[in-house]
C-alpha cells in the first residue's frame, strides 16, 4: 500500500460523530430544478442518524489499515491528502465497504444515506428553502471567491444548519445507498423510499469544489456509475436507530 503520511493503524479510530435527525415528513424536490426533480411530492421519513461531517482521510486512513485495502486515487495528491479533508477518490462500493467495517466495529447499522434521507437532512427541518442557510444565492456565502480554489476544504468549516450537519450541499458529491432513476419520483413510496431495484447509475447529493457553482440545491440529484472514482466525490455516513 502507498505510504501516506496519516494513521497506518487503528489505534487511530474515531467513532463519527452524529446528528440524530427526528422523523417527520417534508417536501421532496423541487419546482424550479430538473426535471428528475420533479413531481414535487411528500415524503415521510423515521429518525435516523448522520454524520455531522463527511468522511475524512484520517477516518479512512484506520479503515484501509485495518482491511488491508489499497488506497483510492489521489492518496498522495497534496491538494487532496490533509488529514481533515474529506476523502475522495472513493468508489459507491469501497464507500460501502468502509460502512460495513464500521458497522462491524461499532455493532451499529452504519450505511449510506438515501437520497431521501439526505435531502431531509440538508434542508435542516426548513420546508421549501432551496439550500440550507434559505434562497439566497451561494455566490453570497462568506468568502465564496476565497474557498476551493485547489480541491474540497477541511470538514467542519461552514456554518451547521438545524440539524448540526456540516457541509451539506457543498464541498465534495456525497454517495447515497439509492440507486439512480430520473424518473423515480413519479412512483416513489411516501414512506421512506430506498430508490428503485436496480439501475446502472447510483445517487449522489451535494456540490462539488470542481464546478463553476460550488454549492448546489437541497433538492439537485446527480449520479455516476458506481465504480468510478473521481476527484470531487466523498460520502458521509448514516446509521439506523
Not at 489505534?11 to 430544478?33: A, D, Q, T, Y
Request: charge should be negative.
Amino acid at each position: 500500500m502507498a505510504t501516506h503520511p496519516l494513521q497506518s493503524d487503528e489505534r487511530g479510530f474515531r467513532e463519527p460523530k452524529l446528528s440524530v435527525i427526528p422523523s417527520g415528513s417534508f417536501l421532496m424536490g423541487s419546482h424550479c430544478g430538473q426535471d428528475n426533480e420533479r413531481p414535487v411530492h411528500r415524503v415521510h421519513l423515521d429518525s435516523f442518524c448522520l454524520a455531522k461531517t463527511q468522511v475524512t482521510n484520517l477516518d479512512y486512513s484506520v479503515f484501509l489499515a485495518a482491511v488491508s485495502a489499497p488506497p483510492p486515487p489521489f492518496w498522495n495528491d497534496v491538494r487532496f491528502s490533509l488529514p481533515e479533508q474529506p476523502v475522495v477518490g472513493v468508489s459507491w462500493f469501497e464507500a460501502l465497504r468502509y460502512c460495513q467495517w464500521l458497522a462491524t466495529v461499532t455493532r451499529k447499522i452504519y450505511r449510506l444515506p438515501t437520497e431521501a434521507e439526505w435531502e431531509y437532512a440538508a434542508r435542516g427541518n426548513v420546508e421549501g428553502a432551496a439550500f440550507p442557510w434559505g434562497d439566497s444565492a451561494p455566490t453570497a456565502q462568506p468568502r465564496y471567491a476565497h474557498r476551493w480554489l485547489t480541491g474540497p476544504e477541511i470538514v467542519g468549516q461552514s456554518q451547521p444548519n438545524p440539524f448540526g450537519l456540516f457541509e451539506m450541499c457543498e464541498n465534495v458529491h456525497e454517495w447515497c445507498g439509492d440507486w439512480f432513476d430520473p424518473d423515480y419520483y413519479l412512483n416513489s413510496p411516501e414512506l421512506n423510499p430506498q430508490g428503485p431495484g436496480s439501475g446502472e447509475r447510483r445517487a449522489s447529493r451535494g456540490g462539488s469544489w470542481r464546478h463553476h457553482i460550488k454549492i448546489s440545491r437541497c433538492a439537485a440529484r446527480s449520479s455516476i456509475p458506481p465504480s468510478f472514482q473521481y476527484a470531487d466525490y466523498g460520502f458521509r455516513v448514516a446509521c439506523s436507530l
